[in-house]
Each structure stands twice: as structure tokens, then as C-alpha cells.
């Protein structure tokens, strides 16, 4: 019994000092380090540290009186009561560390010349289609007329609409004033909202969904930039609301 109830106690993480000190403690009542130390021939400095460790753990309990200190075990239920609050905190933190094990990796690919342009396309048109991300919204310059072919947008509403797009992923765009009127961005209507501001802060093109963001470059070789990293994605989601509030339908 006493060798089982040994191997239990290791597996649960103590070592075999703590394990005789719990266990010493468990049949006497309280008792001064001094004393478990002499009965357990064990060094005193380094009885102190064994006990030190059992009341981090939950198993022994300390009470001071006329300037001595004195230890006993903790009920056994007292015991398990906190090994199963512990679990619950656990349970509680592992999604948080799962987030900060993702967001602590960045990717980032860039694209060039029209097929890398064209691969951003149809990588944005599958996610989309089959219902990867939940949200999508765009920042638009020169985007709206020079990077967007005509036939890929086209494709991309009538498929979206078909998949009923606009019911599960949320899209929202905002575009120079200039381009009020751009046939393209009367076809994104139909996805969702779109806005205007007179100026934007960048002359660069946004994509910014879940957990991805799209930098598009519009220069002589137009390529695309993509960032994916959750934490960067949430920032310039912020950077987009902020934008939404200062714009006009």
C-alpha cells in the first residue's frame, strides 16, 4: 500500500525527500523542521528546503507560534481541491499560449510581375469561396483599376454571390474618392460596403483578413507582399476601423 501510494506521489511530481517528509508528516501531527529533520536523518537546511517546496505544492501547511515554526500535512482533499484548480487554470491558459505560440511566427511572401499577381487572385478567390476566413476588407488606391482584371473580379462576385459570400464573410472597402465611380468597386456592392475618403494615408493597396495581410505595390512591376501572423492581421484591423470612422458612403 505504502509503495503504491509512493509511486502515485512521484508520478504527481515529488521527489522521494518530499515524498517521506509529506509522508512522515501524514502520521504525526505538527512538528518543527528541526524534529522532521532529526527523525528523517535528513540535514536541516535541507529539510527546510523540502518543506518549502511541499507547502508550494499544496501538501504541508506552516503555522508560526511563540517564534517557532511549525508544519503539517494538508487534509488530503485540501490537496486534491487545488490540484484540480490548478488543472482548471491550466486548461484556461493553454489557448492562450496556443495563440502566443502562433502569433510568435511571421511568414511573409511576396509575389511579382502579373502571374504573382495573378496567384494572389486565385489564393484570395479560394479562401474566400470556401469559407477560410471570416472577414475581408480592403483599402484601395490604384488597386481598384490597375491590379484587378476585369474577368477575375467578375468571377470572383458571381462566385461569392452563388456561395453566399456576404452571409458568413464580412467585406468592407475603402477607396479614394477619385474612384467613386469605378465599375469595379460598384461590382464589390454587391459583396458589401464600401467607403470613401478624399485622401488615403498610403498610395499602397490593403487586404487585411483573419490572419493575413496583403501589401499590393503598384509601381512599374506591380507585386504583391503577403503578411501572415494574427497579431499583425488584429493591428491593422484597428488601423482599418480607425479609417471606416473618418469615411463617407
Known amino acids: ?10 508520478e504527481y511530481g515529488l521527489d522521494d525527500n518530499e515524498i517521506k517528509v509529506y509522508l512522515y508528516l501524514v502520521c504525526n501531527k505538527e512538528l518543527t523542521a528541526y524534529s522532521i529533520a532529526k527523525e528523517n536523518k535528513i540535514h536541516r537546511s535541507t529539510c527546510y528546503d523540502i518543506l518549502e ?4 505544492k499544496g501538501f504541508v501547511n506552516k503555522v508560526d507560534k511563540k517564534n517557532k515554526s511549525y508544519y503539517s500535512s494538508n487534509d488530503i482533499s485540501r490537496v486534491i481541491s487545488q490540484i484540480k484548480d490548478k488543472e482548471t487554470i491550466l486548461l484556461s491558459i493553454i489557448p492562450k499560449i496556443q495563440n502566443l505560440e502562433q502569433n510568435k511566427e511571421v511568414k511573409v511572401r511576396i ?38 482584371s476585369n474577368i477575375f473580379i467578375e468571377r470572383l462576385i458571381k462566385e461569392l454571390k452563388v456561395s453566399k ?85
Open 111 to 148: 509575389l511579382e510581375d502579373a502571374e504573382g499577381q495573378k496567384q494572389f487572385n486565385y489564393n484570395l478567390f479560394s479562401l474566400a469561396k470556401n469559407q477560410k476566413i471570416s472577414f475581408c476588407y480592403m483599402i484601395g488606391n490604384t488597386y481598384a483599376s490597375t491590379l484587378s
Open 53 to 56: 517546496r511541499l507547502i508550494a
Open 165 to 249: 459570400f456576404n452571409e458568413k464573410i464580412e467585406y468592407r472597402g475603402i477607396w479614394e474618392e477619385k474612384y467613386r465611380g469605378d465599375k469595379i468597386i460598384i461590382q464589390y456592392n454587391q459583396l458589401g460596403e464600401n467607403r470613401f475618403l478624399k485622401v488615403l494615408p498610403s498610395k499602397i493597396g490593403t487586404i487585411i483578413c483573419d490572419d493575413f495581410i496583403a501589401f499590393l505595390y503598384t509601381t512599374d512591376k506591380p507585386y504583391v507582399v503577403e503578411v501572415k501572423n494574427k497579431l499583425i492581421a488584429e493591428e491593422m484591423k484597428s488601423y482599418f476601423e480607425n479609417l471606416w470612422t473618418s469615411s463617407k458612403k
Open 1 to 10: 500500500m505504502e509503495t503504491e501510494l509512493k509511486t502515485l506521489l512521484k
